[in-house]
């Protein structure tokens, strides 16, 4: 009896493993680590937090993400310098820039230093969702077919 179960058991289908999505974050605030672990884990996203905008472009010559948030208000780097960096090292990732100014010109800025969305602080958790299913999506069309949001194309997104 016991070898008919183990039998079954064997035979049953494994669900195929999905490939994760690799996130790294530049210099976040306390509060928007806590959600983004949060939704990091709940989604099985790989996230890599650094504290500064020279540890990420470290981190980036050696593994590559392909999301990076990027906060507007780095340490010791004007933002647009390093999005230009990391648009140059990554130029198959897409940058998200994290801000408190909610400005059309921002998000001009934004494409012209290679980024690809602005994410409007304070971060809420359906913002986030969306704009990394966008980027994912857009990097992958097939990738995120499950997802219940509509992928925003970057010149729109707002």
Not at 12 to 32: G, H, K, N, T, Y
Not at 49 to 71: A, K, W
Request: hydrophobic share 40%; proline share 7%; net charge positive.
């Amino acid at each position: 009896m016991w070898l008919c179960d183990w039998y079954k058991k064997r035979n049953q289908p494994r669900p195929v493993p999905v490939e994760r999505v690799r996130i790294l974050a530049l210099s976040m605030s306390l509060e928007d680590r806590v959600l983004l672990e949060r939704l990091g884990k709940q989604h099985q996203w790989e996230l890599r937090f650094t504290n500064s905008p020279r540890e990420g472009f470290n981190l980036v010559s050696q593994i590559e993400f392909e999301l990076i948030l990027c906060d507007r208000n780095q340490p010791g780097y004007p933002w647009r310098e390093v999005m230009g960096r990391l648009a140059a090292s990554l130029p198959r990732s897409c940058i998200l820039l994290v801000s408190h100014v909610n400005a059309d010109y921002l998000c001009g800025d934004v494409l012209l230093q290679g980024g690809y969305d602005v994410l409007i602080r304070p971060l809420r958790e359906k913002a986030v969702l969306q704009s990394i299913d966008a980027a994912v999506r857009f990097l992958s069309p097939t990738a995120g077919s499950g997802t219940i949001y509509q992928p925003r194309h970057p010149l729109n997104a707002k």
